[in-house]
């Protein structure tokens, strides 16, 4: 223990684990932003389905259409 500071501590570990999910949150965020950028998915329209949410309303997207999307077909 170095002044106070101890490598292995709590405080230490609390500090590493903060760091660590700061930096994946921070990831997430550019995922997101790069995904909608990149026209792979289009936030806005889930942004609809609060407002949209009845069983007969129309759906946002088919599921074949989404697995084309992610294999990079169009």
């Known amino acids: 223990m170095v002044d ?11 500090i590493a684990v ?3 999910l700061v930096i994946f949150l ?9 995904a909608q950028r990149k026209g792979l998915v289009d936030y806005e ?5 609060v407002l949209n ?3 007969n309303d129309e759906l946002l997207e088919s599921r074949t259409n ?9």
Do not use: M, P, Q, W
């Not at 106070?4 to 609390?14: P, V």
């Not at 989404?66 to 169009?74: F, I, M, S």
């Open 45 to 49: 329209k889930y942004s609809n389905l």
């Open 4 to 14: 106070g500071f101890n490598l292995l501590g709590r405080e230490s570990i609390y």
């Open 66 to 74: 989404r697995k084309d999307k992610k294999r990079g077909e169009k």
């Open 18 to 20: 903060t760091v660590l």
């Open 53 to 55: 949410d009845d069983i």
């Open 26 to 34: 921070y990831a997430y965020i550019v995922y997101l932003y790069r």
